[in-house]
């Protein structure tokens, strides 16, 4: 079987995609797998530097994305335009690519993830996790005017398991660019709003224990889950992506407990780059 990844990024990151898709190809499972990289900037040594992990069954291909189409989106430092290329990946893609993984580059994998790209997704467009409460739910629900309050979830965004067949059939640029006027002043977190707001009510949500940990979920999670008490060794044991959203990043700070994970990534990666360059 084959496995398809994406990602969505700016040359900024490209040591740090190196980290995250290496802790994939590592610990995913998965065997052939190709990758796909959309970018807007990516320069010949970015993409030479991300190529070294290329190996006959796990290839990397590079999609360029004209960035001008977005000029009138909100953008933040934190923010970037790359955060709505994902949402144009469905047309971006080779057409014949049924589903993909969606993952950010702060996220790392430390157990498979063969039971998170089964999951049957036919009947709706992403199967993701949410971080949000359902009390917030509801209030994002009202801020983004959605008729559809009860049914719609609040996603996040950084790990979704994409239906691209269906994601086709009713992509609309037009009516995201739409939405983005009338709605740039209640926008908080733009690209979570947008696919709340375009595609909340067909998702199927995930055990963010598992396939979205972040270290606010970690701290926050104080009760017993069905596999075990949270903890480290439930994390070893059990996730399978640790997601360190927000502002503090493991590649800049110490962030125990959960930060030793992405330091064993990037060691690990640096043994494997000098003996491929030995």
């Not at 990289?37 to 970015?46: A, G, P, T, V």
């Not at 740039?184 to 690209?191: A, F, S, Y």
């Not at 949500?205 to 270290?215: A, E, R």
Request: aromatic share 10%.
């Amino acid at each position: 079987m084959k496995y398809n990844l994406l990602f969505c990024i700016n040359h900024v990151y490209t040591d740090i995609l190196l980290v995250s898709l290496f802790s994939i190809l590592q610990n995913s499972g998965f065997d052939e797998t190709d990758v796909y990289i959309i970018s807007r900037d990516l320069n010949e040594e970015d993409r030479r530097k991300i190529r070294i992990l290329e190996t006959e069954k796990k290839r990397i291909t590079f999609i360029n994305f004209d960035a001008a189409m977005l000029k009138d989106a909100p953008v933040t430092q934190r923010y970037p335009a790359e955060i709505y290329f994902r949402l144009f990946a469905c047309n971006l893609l080779p057409q014949d690519i049924n589903k993909i993984l969606y993952m950010d580059v702060d996220t790392i994998c430390i157990n498979k993830l063969i039971d998170l790209y089964n999951t049957d997704i036919n009947n709706v467009y992403f199967a993701a996790c949410t971080h949000t409460r359902k009390l917030l739910t509801k209030i994002n629900a009202i801020r983004l005017d959605i008729k559809n309050k009860t049914e719609s979830v609040y996603i996040n965004t950084g790990v979704m398991l994409m239906n691209l067949d269906l994601l086709r059939k009713h992509f609309d640029k037009e009516r995201i660019f739409a939405f983005l006027k009338e709605n740039g002043r209640r926008l908080i977190l733009p690209d979570q709003d947008i696919v709340m707001a375009l595609y909340g009510d067909r998702i199927i949500v995930l055990d963010k224990l598992i396939y979205n940990l972040s270290p606010r979920i970690y701290h926050l999670t104080g009760h017993v889950h069905s596999a075990g008490r949270m903890s480290v060794d439930f994390v070893k044991k059990n996730t399978a992506i640790i997601h360190f959203c927000g502002r503090k990043k493991p590649w800049k700070e110490a962030m125990p407990p959960l930060g030793i994970f992405w330091q064993e990534a990037e060691k690990r990666l640096k043994t494997y780059l000098d003996e491929k360059r030995r």
